[in-house]
């Protein structure tokens, strides 16, 4: 999709960053709306009506968290990429279970949190309609036929594998919590190291160097991500 005539809503407290992101983003060809708190942002939000909202979490008057829960309670359903700290795993974790679409975390590249918005606006259209076959680089998975195929050749899996795969096709390109593919495949029953080893058989069997997976890479601290056609930067070595 074109960035012509898509509008972002920036809602940070910070005037540094939110010029950063007006200038990189409108040089995108993104229409950008500013707002430096809850208060302003919910005003906005009724005003600009914008395709996407960039939060972030440490905002002065209510928290990123409050206002992405009050949202999704209101049945808001633009995505929502958040803006966090690399160290701050936790609101990570508990601002994806709460509705976030993705996240980047501070300082972020202008070309990462690009690639961030495009997945993010790509999958809301998406999840109008589940694609019946996924295909990325030598990856290919038939949902319908629940056919996984690599270089053309079959590849096996166990039950629990392809229900990982699944989840992860049917959100491409969005980051799954530990907690969110443990509920949707053992109903929360197990752990999340019982997931890894899974995880990791399931790479043995799909990516060409497991250690340095190309699909399914790891995002510390919070999930799994299955990367599209075209990912945001190659995977760093991940043993996870």
């Known amino acids: 999709m074109t960035n012509s005539g898509v509008k972002i809503l920036v809602v940070d407290d ?12 409108g040089a995108q060809g993104y229409a950008i709306t500013e707002a430096g708190n809850a208060k302003f942002a919910l005003e906005a939000l009724k005003v600009e009506r914008p395709d996407l909202i960039l939060l972030d979490l440490g905002l002065p008057d209510i928290s990123g968290h409050d206002l992405l829960a009050r949202w999704r309670d209101e049945g808001l359903d633009l995505p929502v990429v958040v803006l966090s700290s690399r160290t701050d795993e936790a609101g990570i974790v508990k601002a994806l279970e709460r509705g976030a679409d993705d996240y980047v975390t501070k300082p972020f590249g202008m070309n990462e949190l690009a690639a961030r918005i495009r997945v ?3 999958h809301r259209l998406q999840q109008q309609g589940e694609r019946p076959v996924f295909v990325t680089g030598g990856l290919s998975v038939d ?29 491409a390109g969005k980051v799954l919590t530990h907690h969110f593919l443990l509920e949707q495949v053992w109903d929360g029953t197990t752990d999340v190291q ?38 945001i930067e190659p995977a760093p070595a991940d043993h996870n």
């Open 120 to 122: 993010a606006l790509r």
């Open 14 to 25: 910070e005037p540094p960053i939110r010029k950063l992101l007006r200038m990189g983003l």
């Open 143 to 171: 949902l319908v036929k629940r056919l996984v195929k690599v270089d053309g050749k079959e590849v096996k899996l166990s039950p629990k594998e392809y229900d990982i795969l699944r989840l992860l096709v049917q959100h």
């Open 194 to 231: 019982y997931l890894r080893v899974y995880v990791r058989q399931l790479r043995q069997k799909i990516e060409q160097t497991p250690d340095q997976p190309r699909y399914i890479t790891t995002e510390t601290g919070v999930g799994y991500r299955l990367h599209e056609a075209d990912p």
